[in-house]
């Protein structure tokens, strides 16, 4: 887990280090950790962004939108409830032009992104004319007429028919819905802007217009959860039937309001599920997806039919893709070299207006640090072929980590089938916390941020 440095394997198979909700960040992201970013690596990142692309190498494009109407209690991004509509504005057209800064760079290298995300905060906060206007001028620099995927992260409690329309017509292929759950208390309890009924409205009026992918996400374990709610909301997920539905298991950060309140009260552990409730709730909800014909993807995600629905954007970055990433706060990943943008709106804003590229820190990862990196992440899929690593990396997973993935076999959680390393249901729902096996000693830290 995040919050310990104990290696798993000073543990009984299968027992947790803690199995309360302790304050940390669980869910695992990247690697290395964050934290282990520095300013002192960013001229390298800008000597990334001078080289042509590698052979290959798909690029993505992430655009942060950092409004929202309300804070979630449980929210650890940045994001800004207080700003009004010429800030906004004035923060779109600056990633406008730091997106226009990047077209001309030799790492762009003619490539068009085979990927777009919007991302939050709440994109879906945006009015339709700043919708439409902020899609024709990105595309007028980096067209996405040949994109796989175009997704948009959606609050359904800002969606009208308009405006819905109008992120339709941008050519979004995969709507996300951030539902969380359908209990008007629990998302009062916890934060949410949206109740039931918005849901209800919002996934009608996407359904009409005919997304290709509508996605629902879930949070098992919020604040006063109980087996009877969370029962209800896996069936009224069931009832409106989405493409694919994603569930995370609530953790605690420390940038939250919820830690906030637990170190002034002096709490140890977090006011929400235990981790084995939690992997309970969520195997439960696994086998009602199944049985309604929905089919296991990753440790997060159900779908309904994995030949027409995807997840590009994980996918591929999970492989090593490019990421141009726009806007405060935001992650990226240009020609080997990982970076972020500053955190804070002002200097974001400050920077761009002289010309100059927004980023505050970077890391290069080693060879194999990235072969760690690749390997944990897809292992989050439940399955990864060992022939994918010899032929992108020349290397025996099987040899380079037998002593972790002898661990994970003996605690009954991983097996071998043909070339496949393949994670059971139970290693499945506690892969994060597995994946730390992985990693290197220098980077395991207290802290995983």
């Known amino acids: 887990m995040g919050n310990t440095t104990q290696s798993q394997s000073d543990l009984p198979a299968k027992q947790e280090p803690q199995q309360k909700t302790q304050a940390g960040n669980y869910f695992v992201s990247n690697y290395p950790p964050y934290s282990f970013w520095k300013p002192d690596h960013v001229p390298a990142y800008h000597e990334a962004l001078e080289r042509p692309p590698a052979a290959d190498t798909r690029m993505g494009l992430y655009f942060h939108i950092p409004f929202c109407r309300k804070r ?56 339709v004319q700043q919708l439409t206007e902020l899609t024709k001028r990105m595309k007028g620099l980096l067209p996405w007429d040949d994109a796989e995927e175009v997704a948009f992260e959606c609050e359904p409690g800002t969606l009208t028919d308009q405006k819905l329309k109008a992120i339709r017509d941008m050519g979004v292929t995969r709507l996300s819905l951030g539902v969380e759950h359908f209990d008007d208390h629990i998302l009062e309890t916890n934060g949410r802007a949206h109740r039931s009924r918005e849901i209800e409205r919002a996934y009608g009026y996407a359904r009409d217009l005919r997304f290709p992918q509508i996605n629902i996400d879930l949070i098992a374990g919020m604040l006063e959860e109980t087996q009877e709610k969370w029962d209800m909301a ?22 939250t309001t919820i830690y906030r309140q637990m170190k002034e009260q002096g709490q140890l552990s977090a006011p929400v599920a235990d981790w084995e ?22 440790a997060y995600t159900a779908v309904k039919n994995p030949e027409q629905t995807r997840f590009v954007y994980r996918d591929r970055l999970w492989e090593g893709a490019d990421l141009l990433s726009l806007g405060v706060a935001s992650f990226g990943h240009i020609g080997g070299t990982h970076y972020q943008n500053n955190a804070d709106f002002d200097p974001y804003l400050k920077s761009v207006s002289e010309g100059a590229l927004p980023v505050y820190r970077a890391y290069t990862p080693t060879p194999r640090e990235r072969l760690i990196r690749e390997f944990i992440l897809q292992l989050k899929l439940g399955q990864t072929r060992c022939g994918y690593f010899a032929d992108k990396f020349g290397v025996d997973v099987n040899e380079a980590f037998a002593e972790p993935l002898s661990r994970l076999k003996e605690w009954g959680f991983l097996s071998h089938q043909g070339d496949l390393l393949v994670l059971n249901r139970d290693g499945l729902l506690q892969v994060d916390r597995l994946l730390h096996e992985f990693f290197l000693p220098e980077h395991v830290t207290q802290r995983m941020v």
Request: net charge positive; hydrophobic share 35%; charged share 20%.
């Open 234 to 255: 896996i069936e009224r997920t069931l009832e409106l039937a989405p493409d694919s539905v994603t569930i995370y298991q609530m953790e605690v950060p420390f940038n």
């Open 72 to 127: 979630c209690h449980f929210c650890y991004f940045k994001v800004y409830t207080d700003k009004n509509a010429a800030a906004i504005n004035g923060y779109l057209d600056a990633a406008i032009q730091e997106l226009t800064l990047y077209a001309s760079k030799p790492f762009v290298g003619g490539r068009k992104p085979n990927f777009i995300y919007f991302g939050g905060g709440t994109p879906s906060y945006l009015s």
């Open 277 to 298: 409730t939690k992997r309970r709730w969520v195997r439960e909800a696994f086998e009602r997806f199944e049985q309604a014909g929905y089919v296991i993807t990753s």
